[in-house]
């Protein structure tokens, strides 16, 4: 755990889909098919082969009967239009071992295989170049001006101290900002894969509700794919695993590590950056430090950060109670929230004085 105050961006749904992913209505919806085991019907998805292969492969392996895990698949795709989102739907039936763990096997397959449909795919065009992601492509997107907001007048040996004042709060399961930076960083500084590696590793990164898989340069000790891999039925297992729902986060809040880090960064952080994030209730209270911390009064006690936000979406009405919820969770000297028609990379250009480094 660091304790150097710097930024801290905290990365919604909403970021992923200026990217070409699903929001939760859509994603729900491609979970409903690939849950959708009747191969009859024509609304069933191909992905449904691969996540009845896994359910297959645990009923063999004589972890769940295939029945039951059949019941489950079936009760989450016809349940799915009457959800507010899959997540939220587990989180009603917490407690069903069962429907989370179909949920989190579609889940996985789903964000990978947008993931490979995203704006980052990689290029396999050029035969005499390793794939890479089409720069010109993401022109419009938030993540060119991002990373040209924190490279700013940097060398390639000032990256190491400027990435360890940036900390990335992200609560999508896709690994799109790091697949993103890191090929970045070797495209633009001409480094290596080792080389942007090391600079990487000075940001402080955490998915509050997992991600499906590290990518292979990551040094991690857990499931390594890579960006849009499509995963064989034992990966897929594997993958679902370090899927965490709300309800498993939420229980978890008083003695997670991950989550206190979290904390203690957005109370020491002299900017907070919230970007396509939509302020559920839930979320907010994972980022929120209880009120009898320590950390918390010397924060408010000593500083106070700056707090910047897209609302999209949000109207008028709504983005007050917004701020005032903010208000009350964090030590605030300023902030400023866009209005309901700007996305993620409006937020850099009409605030690209206010949050340089």
């Known amino acids: 755990m660091t304790d150097k105050a710097g930024y801290v961006f905290v990365i919604g749904a909403g970021a992923s889909f200026e990217l070409g992913l699903p929001l939760g209505y859509q994603l729900k919806e491609k979970v409903a098919a690939a849950l959708r085991l009747d191969p009859d019907d024509p609304r069933t998805s191909a992905w449904g082969n691969r996540v009845t292969d896994a359910l297959r492969q645990l009923d063999a392996q004589h972890i769940t009967p295939i029945s039951q895990l059949e019941a489950a698949a079936n009760a989450i795709s016809e349940s799915m239009p009457t959800a507010e989102s899959i997540d939220n739907y587990v989180h009603q039936h917490r407690g069903n071992h069962n429907i989370a763990l179909c949920a989190k096997l579609a889940i996985a397959y789903c964000i990978l295989g947008e993931e490979r449909e995203s704006k980052l795919k990689l290029n396999y065009e050029r035969k005499d170049r390793e794939p890479r992601i089409n720069y010109e492509g993401l022109d419009g997107t938030w993540l060119l001006p991002f990373f040209q907001l924190i490279t700013k ?95 498993e986060s939420t229980e978890e809040h008083a003695r997670d590590a991950t989550v206190q880090r979290i904390r203690y960064a957005l109370d020491i952080a002299q900017r907070i950056v919230f970007l396509g994030f939509a302020f559920d209730d839930m979320n907010m209270e994972l980022l929120t430090p209880p009120s009898d911390s320590t950390h918390k009064d010397i ?59």
């Open 153 to 247: 007048g940097a060398a390639v040996h000032d990256l190491h101290a400027r990435f360890e004042q940036i900390t990335l709060v992200i609560f999508n399961y896709d690994r799109c900002v790091e697949h993103f930076l890191h090929s970045a960083l070797i495209n633009h500084y001409r480094i290596d894969v080792a080389s942007a590696t090391t600079i990487m590793e000075r940001l402080t990164i955490f998915h509050p509700y997992g991600k499906v898989g590290d990518l292979p340069w990551m040094g991690n000790d857990s499931v390594r794919v890579s960006f849009g891999a499509d995963p064989n039925p034992s990966e897929l297992i594997a993958l679902a695993k370090q899927i965490r729902t709300f309800s």
């Open 299 to 357: 924060a408010h006690l000593i500083r106070k950060a700056r707090i910047f936000g897209t609302a999209k979406g949000i109207s008028t009405e709504d983005k007050d109670v917004v701020e005032r919820d903010i208000t009350n969770r964090f030590a605030v000297r300023q902030m400023s929230l866009l209005g309901e028609n700007d996305g993620c990379v409006d937020l850099f250009s009409k605030l690209s004085r206010a949050l340089k480094f």
